[in-house]
């Protein structure tokens, strides 16, 4: 055996590089071998994937169109399994702090000042400014709701105006308002934040308005790879 074919087979799962990738990927397509098939079919579909010295001789003969097609579609299923393990521990490689998925109620200033002052560095934070009976308060927090089940690494909040005991400063001529914070760090302020929109108002616009101004980070993409998975098998 060739030193390089001996580096190959000793390479760890996770190595990066090409011959890593090579590898990972001989590894995942022997493992995803469907179990159903015959003895005979998975043998061939293990020396295609890992040939060894002894398989050469078997591998040059010439291949039937049979075999040809057995492995290209197993290859085309196996790429395709690949792919979304792949786009998966991306997504958890770049995921970052905890997970909220709902909006979280503040109840005085001094927690007000806690999420914006303590919550991680990388973490979006939205603060909804309310009062009972201003006109669009609770349309909006209807909306976040929707959202935080949408961008789960943003922590949304709300808080009576009342209780931030800066009332004066929220009066009801600028409510609802929305404060963006990240690190720390005002990054948007949109008092009567409603004058934006329709007077009946979705989820979708204040996504729409928030993305406007760069303010929502991407939607997870696991999604997609799902989506991968709705075309049905490759014929």
């Not at 469907?34 to 295609?48: F, I």
């Not at 299923?77 to 958890?92: A, G, S, V």
């Not at 009972?132 to 961008?151: K, M, T």
């Not at 009801?172 to 007077?199: C, D, I, M, Q, R």
Request: net charge negative; proline share 3%; hydrophobic share 35%.
């Amino acid at each position: 055996m060739s030193a390089s074919t001996q580096e190959e087979e000793d390479l760890p799962a996770n190595h990066t590089g090409p011959k890593g990738v090579i590898n990972d990927w001989r590894r995942f397509k022997l493992d995803s071998v469907d179990q159903t098939l015959p003895p005979s079919k998975k043998e061939l579909l293990r020396q295609m994937s890992t040939p060894r010295e002894d398989d050469k001789e078997r591998l040059n003969r010439k291949m039937s169109v049979q075999e040809y097609e057995l492995i290209q579609e197993e290859d085309e299923r196996c790429l395709k399994r690949y792919r979304k393990q792949c786009m998966q521990e991306m997504h958890e490689r770049l995921s970052f702090g905890p997970k909220f998925e709902s909006v979280y109620e503040l109840d005085s200033g001094e927690a007000f000042l806690e999420v914006i002052e303590q919550e991680h560095r990388l973490t979006l934070v939205v603060v909804h400014i309310y009062q009972h009976g201003v006109q669009g308060c609770e349309q909006l927090n209807s909306c976040l709701d929707c959202l935080a089940l949408e961008y789960t690494t943003v922590k949304f909040c709300r808080i009576d105006a009342v209780a931030t005991g800066a009332a004066e400063r929220f009066s009801s001529e600028v409510l609802p308002a929305l404060l963006v914070y990240k690190a720390g760090e005002l990054l948007g302020n949109f008092l009567s934040v409603t004058k934006h929109f329709n007077e009946d108002f979705f989820a979708t616009d204040v996504e729409a308005f928030l993305n406007e101004y760069g303010l929502l980070p991407e939607k997870e993409f696991a999604a997609c790879a799902d989506d991968e998975d709705d075309g049905g098998d490759v014929e």
